[in-house]
């Protein structure tokens, strides 16, 4: 029997219309995405000697990841996303040899009107409000992100959140769909006989084009961390934070201010952190200028109290909508220590 072309096309179209439509087939979609950032970096923080180095993940840490979702008919989606930090100046994965490969995200969960479910390796609540509400975002040259994430080598422990990763393995998380603007957040990390402890999350927070406000809140329990801090080492197993934040865009202009604090705990010592930013982001021209200041001050037991500023100044200048030139200043002080100075020039290609 003969078969035209036009019945083989009519007969394509039908097959293909009952994949779409059938019961039994599901949409798809998978991605592949992620954000080259590398960098020449002169550092030298409060404390610390000069360093040069070219960086990977200066304005934001590089990586690459893979994100998909599957519709199962009713309103129901299967999502899943697992990312890979990656060390763009040697092509090695993770911001250091202590990491796993998917750090960053590796998660599977459910999606519908009630909001999303997810299993696995996710970033904090908290983590998310404290990239929200800087100008700075999740940049390791930003001063709220260096003072909470990213302690001095001279100043062990110089962070409020920082005694954890900004993600939790093993982890329980869901979050609500918006409601005009107003969203939550609640998350749960067994310890699962590892020293991190048993960890709860949370977060409410309005997001508009105008006025954001956001409150986040974290308590871990049963840890194990030891860190060197004269005169001795202290074993940390109770952490409890809490963080205010708010931003506003002018337009002209988008203010941001946070107020984060932590009180960790160990048998006879207790230490408290508060760290406090403001900031600000001004378009100009094809870019925008960013200016950041974060002031942190840590009271321990039977130690003098420590004190921490470091202000940030910085311009991102877009080559196109994914790839991007950026210039940071930033000068630190840490009490009972010289002020230290960087500079930081660096390129950023998103995909």
């Not at 200048?317 to 660096?346: E, I, M, P, W």
Request: proline share 3%; no cysteine.
């Amino acid at each position: 029997m003969k078969v035209t072309s036009k019945a083989l096309r009519a007969g394509a179209a039908l097959v293909a219309t009952g994949a779409l439509s059938g019961s039994g087939w599901a949409q798809s979609s998978v991605d592949i995405y992620g954000s080259l950032d590398l960098g020449f970096y002169s550092k030298q923080l409060s404390g610390e000697s000069r360093t040069q180095t070219l960086s990977s993940g200066l304005m934001n840490a590089s990586r690459w990841g893979i994100r998909g979702t599957e519709d199962l008919g009713g309103g129901l989606k299967a999502r899943f996303d697992m990312s890979s930090y990656i060390r763009v100046d040697t092509g090695e994965y993770g911001r250091s040899a202590t990491d796993a490969y998917w750090a960053r995200y590796s998660w599977v969960g459910l999606e519908n009107q009630a909001g999303t479910l997810r299993l696995g390796r996710i970033s904090t609540p908290n983590f998310i409000t404290t990239i929200r509400f800087n100008p700075f975002a999740d940049s390791s040259l930003g001063p709220v992100f260096m003072a909470t994430y990213l302690p001095s080598a001279a100043q062990p422990l110089m962070t409020s959140h920082g005694v954890t990763d900004s993600a939790w393995s093993n982890s329980i998380a869901y979050n609500t769909p918006s409601w005009n603007g107003w969203e939550g957040a609640l998350q749960y990390a067994m310890s699962e006989g590892t020293t991190s402890g048993r960890r709860f999350g949370g977060s409410a927070s309005y997001l508009s084009s105008g006025l954001s406000l956001a409150l986040s809140v974290e308590s871990l329990s049963g840890m194990a961390l030891s860190y060197s801090k004269p005169p001795a080492v202290i074993n940390v197993n109770t952490d409890r934070a809490a963080q205010l934040a708010a931003a506003y865009d002018f337009q002209v202009a988008k203010l941001f201010a946070q107020y984060q604090r932590s009180k960790l705990e160990a048998p006879g010592v207790d230490i408290t952190l508060g760290t406090a930013q403001v900031g600000v982001s001004v378009p100009i021209g094809a870019g925008k200028a960013l200016a950041s200041y974060a002031h942190t001050n840590k009271e321990q037991t039977a130690l003098a109290d420590v004190k921490r500023q470091t202000v940030s100044l910085g311009y991102d200048y877009a080559l196109s909508k994914r790839t991007d030139l950026y210039a940071v200043l930033l000068t630190d002080k840490v009490s009972a220590t010289a002020r230290g100075n960087g500079l930081a020039l660096g390129i950023r290609h998103n995909f």
